[in-house]
């Protein structure tokens, strides 16, 4: 694809609750905090066609196209558009996608994209949806909660607990280890309060002092919701070789709620030259995939399969891949039928430890694999990212400052 | 006419409905129209200041006559949804007109029965009344549309009425009255009514009130995880069986974001929809046409006036308390006869707390100390004496059966008829042992009888009409629908449950997945799988009921294949089923039953298919229905269909067996000689 990745920023990941640092931040000041900071480092964003940003619950401040919103807020000029979409979790990639796509097609030069969700201020359901609660889906595909599908993972290939906590446990370690050694430190951008004090400059999700004996401890939480709401027998009407629905997902590993936003600009090749701009990165090619909306969460596989073959790659060419951690079960599942190394997979941690903004995650897995590749000196990245409906979003990238 | 409207002095209107064809008030075409002529009236009439309806009979509203329902023109629902639209019209200008209206129910209160009650601003209930309250539709293959899907969540919120509409579940006044479904109980009903309507000259109906509606929408953060989760505490049940179900919800789902005129519409959109569906014919015809014929013993091979006082029951273990205590809660004398004191006094407390329980629910007003007054408690044979019918229930050994046959017929009077309650034994064998075996008859019923609405009557080779007749009239007494069945090892119900058990085991020891097994069973429609089924009635009677057919058949005997999964599970493992603490399942001291693990010895790589295996469990009973057709132990559609559903709840959505094998037609053969050639002669339909 003839779109390259200049830069790609991206807020701290706050706890997703009330008490969370990015808590008293609204969704929109997140977005303009990035814009206005990358129009700092990269002037020529000003010049870009359009901005495209994922988001989940887009209602309430997040509705009605916080894209534009935030433009105006950070004060863009006029000629820059803005336009809201949802993919559910990929939204953050899928806007990338839809934004490298206009480039490569030559219907534009610059482009900005990314996600926001401020998962504390706009709770999870906000926004009603017939494909949770409209019988004639939900009834029939057996629409399900996404912990009892990773639950149903689990117990459809016979996941024990200890191997999904230990996914949990180096989630936490190797976010720990990367904030440490300022793995970040170049695309995290500190969120300031109105005075201008530093409210959050961290992941502040990450325990460092996470044990397997803890996580082994906590309760299940999806146990109560699938035998009161009935989800756990309704999903295995379509998997009867299941007796039952074991339940393993934990607090512990699952994604963390939370606040954050990602933000990327790409240009195409000629705007490159003519304003001399230094790409980080090009975006290869992207891939969809969907399955079974039930099971829901193991189409990544399907995506990445997809998207290697199409350009030419084998996993084994792959260097680094970023696989949301949307839940254990899902790395699990991935680690074992992609048949990779768990040690490419996730390098610095992921949403486990450091938190899952629903609308942004795309986005900001996407800046930490072209950081990753960078400073490690290698070529190819690969992100994937489950999501709701059963669909899944992959892209690959390829290190431009590889020496 | 079917009712009568009076405008009294002080201005209040009361419509009393008194149908004048039927012994209860059902809604006809009649009846509705008339009832529409007088809300017309109310809301026309300036001198009308405001409506109080009631019963001129013992109850309010039986429902909507069904035969109605079930004589549509199927080409043409939307002449369905018209006649709904002018029950609406009518309605609807009722709630809309601000003159109190005010509905007084006093007993059974039932589908569009209580449909006309929603209407009203005010629901009194008549202090003492019985009877149930309550949607029976969903049972039916249908739903409320008649308006009660749009007006129950509007009036009782969400949950409630789920339970009431999905659950098909029946309330007594009590309990209406605690949902608020019914909204004040007297016992003066008429001076209340007047009373309210006069104190609140002005009022607005409920359903009216937008603003609350707006709380019932799917998209209002109250009920947005009701609905979430509804559809799948709906499938967990129906597993996709009931269209019904599904229409009912969708139903609820669009019309709760509707205002009330135009959610009617949507209602009988999708009501006509369904009740258009030739399935949906078939449960009716067969759950309410059939079944009332049978109820009212259409089927009785002679007309007999015969009223029963006082009837004997031999044997006072559990089958033998429940057939005693449902006689007694029908008004009859009993004698209940055991060898051993002991079992009598358990005996009698199982029947007192049978009673307590009737009691505490609202079903029945007899106190339990009248209630034992009727009960003779003997071991002496001597008090069946002035019994008209005796029925043994003791263990199902021949030995034991003969013996106590053998005592009862030197006790009784000549004339008393003798009845087996046998779900296995021939009947003409049993015959043998008392003397004039024309009076000899089986009585199957189904445990737990008070629960069970099904009797089998087995005809012996000897049986007369007259004592068919008398044993139908007292399974009418006892509010139990009866079939007629011919005499042959395990008559008609148990034959082919045992088919399906059968189709169960062969499939674990051919190497399918228990949990694949079990899973079909449900997903086919049956209640339960078939290792639950096999381990509720015990794993070792299935072996000894075996081993007897096997020396019973000689020569004639067809290898059931599940010898050696039984030999295995009881003489190898002593694994005899729930009784034991352990069958096909564990059945831990808390929570739920599990597979038993050791299952696994019998699982093989084969290519697990579940719609394989949900075909076999079907097709095996479907053919064990034609073998018994076939072999005239029963032929007629009513009673195969209805005894199929009532006796071991075959697969309701399909109207029953007989109503399945036509609706495939030519399939059905087809289906068959292929699982045969795959399966097995057994799956071979023989002419």
Redesign the interface.
Known sequence: MDCYIIDAIRTPRGRGKQGGSLHTTTSVDMLKQLLLYIKSRQPHVTSASDCIIGCVMPVGEQGANIAKAALLAAEYPYAVCGMQINRFCSSGLDAIALAASKIASGQSQLMLAGGVESMSRVPM?SD?GAI?????I???E???PQGISADLIASLNNYNINSLNQIALTSHQRAAQATQTGAFKHSIIPITNALGQVLLNHDENIRPDTTLDGLNQLKPSFKAIGQ????A??C??KY?????LSYYHTAGNSSALADGAGLVFLASKQACQTLNLAPKARILGYQTAALDPTIMLTAPKDACQALLKRLNLSIDDIDVIELNEAFASVVLYFIEHMNVDPNRINIHGGAIAMGHPLGATGAIILGTAVDLLIERNQRYGLVSLCTAGGMSMAMVIENMERK | MHSQFNIENDGIAILTLNHQSHPVNVLDEDLINETLEHFNHVVSNPGIKGLIIHSGKSSFIAGVDLSLLGSIDLEHPEKFKSLLLKVHTGMVALEECPKPVVCIINGTTLGGGLELALCANRIIGVEGATGSIGFPEIKLGMFPGMGGSVRTPRLIGLQNALELIFKGKMLNLQQAYEIGLVHEISNDPMTSAKKWILNNPSVSHPCLDEAKRRTLS??HPKS??I??????????DT??NYPNA?AA??TI?ETTQLDLRPALNIEANYFSKILHLPSTQEIIKTLFIDKKRLDQLAHSPMNLDKHFIKIGVVGAGFMGSEIAYSALSSGLKVALIDNQPAQLERAKTMISDLNEKALKHGKTNTKTTDFLNSLTLSDNYDALSDCELVIEAVFENRSVKKAVLGQIALHVSHHCIIASNTSTLPITSLAEYVNNPQRFIGIHFFSPVHKMQLVEMIWGEKTNDHTMASALLLAKLLRKTPICVGDGRGFYTTRVVISYLSEGMRMLDEGF????I???GK?IGMPVGPLSLADEIALDLALNIREQTIQDEGSNWHDDGIGSVLKWMVTTHKRLGRKSQGGFYDYPAQG?K??WPELSHFKKPIH?D?NEIKERLLFRQLVEVQHIINAGILTDPAQINVGAILGFGFCPWSGGPHALIKSLGKNFIEKTNQLATKHGDRFKVIK
């Open positions: 359901l009603g949770m609660v409209d019988p004639q939900t009834y029939s057996q629409i399900v009161m709401g009935g989800f027998q309704s295995l009407q009867p070789e299941l007796e039952e | 799917p998209y947005n995880m609905f979430a989760a509804a559809s799948h505490l709906i499938r967990q597993w996709k599904q919800l969708q789902y997945s228990p949990a694949l079990e899973h079909a997903a739920a599990k597979l697990q579940f």
